[in-house]
């Protein structure tokens, strides 16, 4: 089993940035993948950015080139670096992990682990 616990949410005016951190311990696995995923109340989860346990990364249109996924595997840490961020990035946003090998999904539904989410509001 693998516990994520996120942190580092919270409120920030347009064009702020914000760094949220995800430190995951409990079981590890060889081949992973990791990700960041928002959710708005009412609407589906989604993946905005992944890290496999390459160091490969991919992001959702809506954050490329504003968001980074980085992961500090001795810290067992994923981080989220978040720029220039928008009232439409309001949203709870979680980290997952999945004992997967190949390039990582961005569809919530083959995530096995999950963080309990930290709100990001921006005004």
């Known amino acids: 089993h693998v516990q994520l616990v996120e942190s580092g949410g919270g409120s920030v005016q347009a064009g702020g940035s914000l760094r949220l951190s995800c430190a995951a311990s409990?079981?590890?696995?060889?081949?992973?993948?990791m990700g960041w995923f928002r959710q708005i109340s009412g609407k589906e989860r989604e993946g905005l950015a992944t890290?496999?346990?390459?160091?490969?990364?991919a992001y959702a249109d809506s954050v490329k080139g504003r968001f980074t996924i980085t992961n500090d595997i001795g810290k067992n840490t994923l981080f989220l670096q978040m720029n220039a961020l928008e009232p439409e990035d309001s949203a709870v946003y979680y980290c997952?992990?999945?004992?997967?090998?190949?390039?990582?999904?961005?569809?919530?539904?083959?995530?096995?682990?999950w963080g309990q989410g930290t709100q990001v509001t921006v005004s």
């Open positions: 409990g079981r590890t696995y060889s081949k992973w993948c």
């Open positions: 890290i496999d346990s390459r160091g490969i990364t």
């Open positions: 997952a992990a999945a004992p997967l090998s190949g390039l990582c999904s961005s569809w919530h539904a083959v995530y096995d682990y």
